[in-house]
Protein backbone atom coordinates (compact mmCIF):
# COMPACT_ATOMS: atom_id res chain seq x y z
CA UNK A 1 0.00 0.00 0.00
CA UNK A 2 2.98 2.32 0.35
CA UNK A 3 3.48 2.57 -3.34
CA UNK A 4 0.20 4.79 -3.21
CA UNK A 5 1.65 7.78 -2.56
CA UNK A 6 3.11 7.98 -5.61
CA UNK A 7 -0.27 9.24 -6.84
CA UNK A 8 -1.28 11.73 -4.55
CA UNK A 9 -1.32 15.04 -4.47
CA UNK A 10 -1.45 18.05 -2.83
CA UNK A 11 -3.19 21.15 -4.40
CA UNK A 12 -2.59 24.94 -3.35
CA UNK A 13 -5.08 27.40 -5.17
CA UNK A 14 -2.81 30.85 -4.97
CA UNK A 15 -5.07 34.24 -6.11
CA UNK A 16 -3.30 37.18 -7.29
CA UNK A 17 -5.20 39.09 -5.10
CA UNK A 18 -7.53 38.52 -2.13
CA UNK A 19 -11.30 38.15 -4.33
CA UNK A 20 -13.15 38.51 -1.23
CA UNK A 21 -12.28 42.06 -0.79
CA UNK A 22 -14.04 45.09 -1.88
CA UNK A 23 -11.97 47.81 -3.88
CA UNK A 24 -11.46 50.42 -0.83
CA UNK A 25 -10.71 48.01 1.91
CA UNK A 26 -7.09 48.49 2.00
CA UNK A 27 -7.01 45.71 5.54
CA UNK A 28 -8.86 42.96 3.56
CA UNK A 29 -6.24 43.20 0.82
CA UNK A 30 -3.62 42.87 2.98
CA UNK A 31 -4.79 39.29 3.59
CA UNK A 32 -4.74 36.28 1.13
CA UNK A 33 -7.03 33.28 1.48
CA UNK A 34 -5.80 29.96 2.01
CA UNK A 35 -7.35 26.98 -0.61
CA UNK A 36 -5.80 23.90 -0.43
CA UNK A 37 -7.27 20.28 -1.10
CA UNK A 38 -6.39 16.16 -1.55
CA UNK A 39 -6.21 14.96 -5.30
CA UNK A 40 -5.27 11.79 -6.74
CA UNK A 41 -3.37 11.47 -10.13
CA UNK A 42 -5.87 9.00 -11.92
CA UNK A 43 -4.38 9.01 -15.95
CA UNK A 44 -0.86 9.91 -16.98
CA UNK A 45 0.16 10.36 -20.78
CA UNK A 46 4.29 10.02 -21.02
CA UNK A 47 4.04 11.06 -24.53
CA UNK A 48 2.31 14.31 -24.16
CA UNK A 49 3.54 14.93 -20.67
CA UNK A 50 0.53 15.22 -18.91
CA UNK A 51 -1.67 14.45 -15.98
CA UNK A 52 -5.04 14.13 -14.65
CA UNK A 53 -5.95 14.79 -11.30
CA UNK A 54 -9.47 13.87 -9.89
CA UNK A 55 -10.70 15.79 -6.86
CA UNK A 56 -13.69 17.45 -5.57
CA UNK A 57 -15.98 19.53 -7.59
CA UNK A 58 -16.23 22.14 -4.86
CA UNK A 59 -12.77 22.50 -4.55
CA UNK A 60 -12.67 23.81 -8.63
CA UNK A 61 -16.10 25.36 -8.13
CA UNK A 62 -15.43 27.82 -5.00
CA UNK A 63 -16.91 30.79 -4.09
CA UNK A 64 -13.72 32.72 -4.04
CA UNK A 65 -12.74 30.73 -7.42
CA UNK A 66 -16.07 31.91 -9.11
CA UNK A 67 -15.66 36.31 -7.63
CA UNK A 68 -11.37 35.47 -8.74
CA UNK A 69 -12.87 34.70 -12.39
CA UNK A 70 -15.83 37.52 -12.25
CA UNK A 71 -13.10 40.15 -11.08
CA UNK A 72 -10.61 38.95 -13.52
CA UNK A 73 -8.20 37.99 -10.49
CA UNK A 74 -5.18 35.39 -12.04
CA UNK A 75 -5.59 32.47 -10.19
CA UNK A 76 -2.87 28.83 -9.95
CA UNK A 77 -3.80 25.34 -9.47
CA UNK A 78 -0.21 24.38 -7.77
CA UNK A 79 0.19 21.00 -7.20
CA UNK A 80 2.63 19.30 -5.38
CA UNK A 81 3.75 15.19 -5.61
CA UNK A 82 4.79 13.36 -1.80
CA UNK A 83 8.21 14.04 -3.01
CA UNK A 84 8.06 17.72 -3.15
CA UNK A 85 7.62 18.61 -7.01
CA UNK A 86 5.69 20.82 -8.26
CA UNK A 87 3.50 21.27 -11.61
CA UNK A 88 0.71 23.79 -12.40
CA UNK A 89 -2.63 23.07 -14.52
CA UNK A 90 -5.99 24.01 -14.69
CA UNK A 91 -9.58 22.08 -13.88
CA UNK A 92 -10.95 20.36 -17.26
CA UNK A 93 -14.20 18.98 -16.17
CA UNK A 94 -16.43 18.98 -13.59
CA UNK A 95 -19.20 16.14 -12.94
CA UNK A 96 -22.69 17.14 -13.52
CA UNK A 97 -24.20 14.95 -10.97
CA UNK A 98 -21.27 14.18 -8.85
CA UNK A 99 -19.00 16.03 -6.61
CA UNK A 100 -15.76 15.35 -8.66
CA UNK A 101 -13.63 17.64 -10.75
CA UNK A 102 -10.44 16.98 -13.46
CA UNK A 103 -7.49 19.18 -13.68
CA UNK A 104 -5.41 19.14 -16.25
CA UNK A 105 -1.61 19.28 -15.47
CA UNK A 106 0.58 20.87 -18.29
CA UNK A 107 4.66 19.94 -17.49
CA UNK A 108 7.21 18.69 -18.56
CA UNK A 109 9.48 17.48 -16.12
CA UNK A 110 6.12 14.85 -15.52
CA UNK A 111 7.31 12.57 -12.49
CA UNK A 112 3.71 11.95 -11.52
CA UNK A 113 2.38 8.29 -11.06
CA UNK A 114 -1.18 7.46 -11.87
CA UNK A 115 -3.51 5.13 -9.58
CA UNK A 116 -4.50 2.11 -10.80
CA UNK A 117 -8.52 2.60 -10.65
CA UNK A 118 -10.00 -1.09 -9.41
CA UNK A 119 -11.93 -3.34 -11.87
CA UNK A 120 -14.15 -4.33 -9.12
CA UNK A 121 -16.29 -2.18 -6.41
CA UNK A 122 -15.37 -2.72 -3.14
CA UNK A 123 -17.40 -5.12 -0.60
CA UNK A 124 -19.11 -4.35 2.85
CA UNK A 125 -16.93 -4.50 5.91
CA UNK A 126 -13.66 -4.18 3.34
CA UNK A 127 -10.22 -2.72 4.90
CA UNK A 128 -9.41 0.45 2.76
CA UNK A 129 -7.00 2.78 3.41
CA UNK A 130 -7.19 6.93 2.56
CA UNK A 131 -4.01 9.67 1.92
CA UNK A 132 -5.08 12.76 2.70
CA UNK A 133 -3.74 16.61 3.41
CA UNK A 134 -6.51 17.49 6.22
CA UNK A 135 -6.02 20.94 7.19
CA UNK A 136 -2.93 21.32 5.07
CA UNK A 137 -1.18 18.58 6.96
CA UNK A 138 1.14 18.61 4.15
CA UNK A 139 4.69 18.31 3.00
CA UNK A 140 8.02 16.68 1.47
CA UNK A 141 7.52 13.34 2.69
CA UNK A 142 4.95 13.87 4.90
CA UNK A 143 1.55 12.33 4.33
CA UNK A 144 -1.10 11.80 6.70
CA UNK A 145 -2.98 7.90 6.07
CA UNK A 146 -6.15 6.25 7.49
CA UNK A 147 -7.53 3.17 7.88
CA UNK A 148 -11.03 1.97 7.74
CA UNK A 149 -13.79 0.26 6.64
CA UNK A 150 -16.25 0.75 3.37
CA UNK A 151 -19.92 0.48 4.80
CA UNK A 152 -22.34 1.22 2.12
CA UNK A 153 -24.12 3.21 -0.28
CA UNK A 154 -25.78 6.27 1.29
CA UNK A 155 -28.37 8.65 -1.02
CA UNK A 156 -28.18 12.29 0.10
CA UNK A 157 -30.38 14.86 -2.14
CA UNK A 158 -31.00 12.30 -5.03
CA UNK A 159 -27.05 11.26 -4.90
CA UNK A 160 -25.59 8.18 -4.13
CA UNK A 161 -22.53 8.29 -2.10
CA UNK A 162 -20.33 5.31 -0.84
CA UNK A 163 -19.44 5.33 3.00
CA UNK A 164 -16.05 4.93 5.04
CA UNK A 165 -15.49 5.03 8.05
CA UNK A 166 -12.62 7.72 7.98
CA UNK A 167 -12.16 10.85 9.41
CA UNK A 168 -11.93 13.76 6.83
CA UNK A 169 -12.26 18.24 7.64
CA UNK A 170 -11.13 21.16 5.39
CA UNK A 171 -8.26 19.74 2.96
CA UNK A 172 -9.27 16.29 2.44
CA UNK A 173 -11.73 16.86 -0.40
CA UNK A 174 -9.80 14.72 -2.60
CA UNK A 175 -8.28 12.32 -0.51
CA UNK A 176 -8.24 9.06 -2.59
CA UNK A 177 -9.37 5.47 -1.25
CA UNK A 178 -7.45 2.48 -1.99
CA UNK A 179 -8.27 -1.36 -1.84
CA UNK A 180 -5.49 -3.64 0.22
CA UNK A 181 -4.24 -3.92 -3.46
CA UNK A 182 -3.21 -0.69 -3.23
CA UNK A 183 -6.09 -0.01 -6.38
CA UNK A 184 -7.95 3.54 -6.64
CA UNK A 185 -12.07 2.28 -5.54
CA UNK A 186 -13.18 6.03 -3.66
CA UNK A 187 -12.53 9.87 -3.51
CA UNK A 188 -13.43 11.63 -0.42
CA UNK A 189 -15.72 14.63 -0.98
CA UNK A 190 -17.63 15.57 2.28
CA UNK A 191 -18.39 13.60 5.48
CA UNK A 192 -21.35 13.35 7.38
CA UNK A 193 -22.95 16.20 8.49
CA UNK A 194 -22.65 15.41 12.13
CA UNK A 195 -20.07 13.11 12.61
CA UNK A 196 -16.73 13.22 11.16
CA UNK A 197 -15.46 10.28 11.27
CA UNK A 198 -17.73 9.33 8.57
CA UNK A 199 -16.59 9.87 4.74
CA UNK A 200 -18.87 10.30 1.46
CA UNK A 201 -16.65 9.13 -1.14
CA UNK A 202 -17.48 9.34 -5.25
CA UNK A 203 -18.82 6.23 -6.18
CA UNK A 204 -16.77 3.39 -7.55
CA UNK A 205 -19.16 3.36 -10.46
CA UNK A 206 -18.38 6.83 -11.43
CA UNK A 207 -14.35 6.49 -11.49
CA UNK A 208 -14.53 3.53 -13.33
CA UNK A 209 -16.41 5.72 -16.13
CA UNK A 210 -13.64 8.01 -15.85
CA UNK A 211 -11.43 5.24 -17.94
CA UNK A 212 -13.49 5.97 -20.66
CA UNK A 213 -13.68 9.58 -20.46
CA UNK A 214 -10.24 10.64 -20.33
CA UNK A 215 -8.88 11.55 -23.70
CA UNK A 216 -4.88 9.71 -22.77
Known sequence: INTTKDSFTFIDIKFEKNPSC???????????????????????????NNSYIATAAHVC???????????????????????????????IFTHKFHDLCLIKIYDNK??????????????????IYSLAA???????????QFEGFYSGKLKIG?????????????????APVFNEDGELIGM??????????LSLS??????DELKDMIEY
Not at 110 to 127: M, Q, R, T, V
Not at 134 to 144: A, D, E, Q, R, V
Not at 158 to 174: R, V
Open 110 to 127: NFLEGAKISNKPPKYGEK
Open 134 to 144: PLSTFNKGLLP
Open 22 to 48: EELDEECKKTMPELTASGVIIAKNDIK
Open 188 to 197: IHSVTKNFHQ
Open 158 to 174: GTESDLYTIPATFGSSG
Open 202 to 207: IPWEVL
Open 61 to 91: NNPLILKAFEKRISIIFEVVDFYGNQYYGEP
